[in-house]
């Protein structure tokens, strides 16, 4: 990394040095229209370039395009991200070097790579991230076939750490650390190790009932024997709350596969999403499992599970937007 950034040093060197000589030429020559646009058009190329240098190796900023962190971070806020705090990439979606003592800590707040962005292809995924970092985050021409921004990079708190084992019950984390052999709720978890307080909830308890229920109605409708479901299955559904927007997903998918297990004990698919809702997800080496503050309206690990920490490529540390919302990120 040392001799790249030698090298770099002594193009820009050799650049400015040329540069200072072509102002001393034109100074003495007569201006033109044309000379005039030319010099403007240099300057600018020249700006852009050393904006994507610093957004690509030393900080970036970021547009916050979802409410999964709300409230920590919330929808619109403009955040400064450190881009070699845990190593650093070569080229977007690269290859990282000097990584091997700089990790994640537990409750950092990460930027990696969405585990499911549909790729348009390597060339367009650089240039799409080159054209990003070049207008300070406020150009994306990455879009869904829909019109909407695809979420190239998430922005997730880091809770699970290689060995742990995280699980849900009811919407609620329960976590297992590495060496110990009993989940502990994440509540009691964070107070005992003075982590942040950011992570909460939005889904009250008495909704469980009709959620679970929809779950296994899911699965009965899913087989084509929706009309054979038990009356208090379809009781309990009819207690859905018509007026709420968020709903914990996992716990109806958690929901459809026990059923589904229940209907169909040999769909060996079925089982074995069932054992992963049952007993958890376990956060291999190298790998971190990243969740949402607001854990009810999140896309995050618990659906695409653990992600290496090589395709983790920076901390946010600030929240520099808008001014009246300025926070250090660092203990939060």
């Known amino acids: 990394m040392e001799r790249l950034l030698c090298a770099l040093e002594r193009r820009t060197e050799r650049y400015l040095t040329k540069r200072k000589q072509v102002k001393e030429y034109n100074r003495n020559k007569k201006k033109t229209l044309l000379g005039e646009i030319w010099s403007w058009i240099d300057a600018l190329i020249f700006a852009v370039f050393w904006v994507i240098i ?7 900023f970021f547009l916050i395009p979802s409410p999964s962190m709300v409230s920590t971070l919330n929808v619109g806020d403009r955040v400064a991200v450190i881009k070699n705090a845990y190593g650093t990439e070569l080229y977007p979606a690269g290859p990282k070097i000097a990584s091997s003592n700089r990790r994640v800590e537990r409750d950092d707040i990460i930027t990696f790579y969405n585990p499911e962005y549909d790729s348009k292809g390597p060339a367009f995924d650089i240039l799409s991230q080159v054209v990003f970092m070049g207008t300070l985050s406020l150009v994306n021409i990455d879009k869904n076939p829909d019109g909407s921004v695809a979420e190239r990079l998430y922005v997730k708190r880091a809770v699970g750490f290689p060995g742990d084992t995280i699980k849900f019950e ?8 590495n060496g110990e052999n009993e989940f502990v709720a994440e509540d ?23 959620l679970r229920a929809y779950g296994n109605l899911l699965a009965y409708d899913e087989r084509g024997i929706l009309e054979s479901a038990p009356t208090y299955l379809r009781r309990a559904y009819s207690q859905i709350d018509q007026s709420s927007n968020i709903s914990d997903f996992y716990e109806i998918e958690h929901q459809k596969a026990l059923a589904n297990t229940k209907l169909d004990p040999m769909d060996m698919d079925y089982r074995s999403a069932l054992n992963s809702y049952e007993n958890g997800i376990y956060v291999p080496e190298d790998h971190i499992l990243p969740l ?41």
């Open 54 to 60: 610093i957004n690509q190796y030393l900080f970036q």
């Open 292 to 332: 949402g503050d607001n854990r009810d309206n999140s896309r995050d690990g618990r659906y695409f599970g653990p992600v290496g920490e090589s395709d983790i490529n920076g901390r946010v540390v600030l929240r520099f937007w808008p001014l009246s919302a300025f926070t250090i990120l660092s203990d939060k």
């Open 170 to 177: 009811n919407g609620d984390v329960m976590i297992k650390v």
């Open 188 to 210: 009691e978890f964070r107070s005992a190790n003075n982590l942040s307080s950011g992570p909460h909830r939005s889904v009250d308890m008495d909704d469980y009932l009709w």
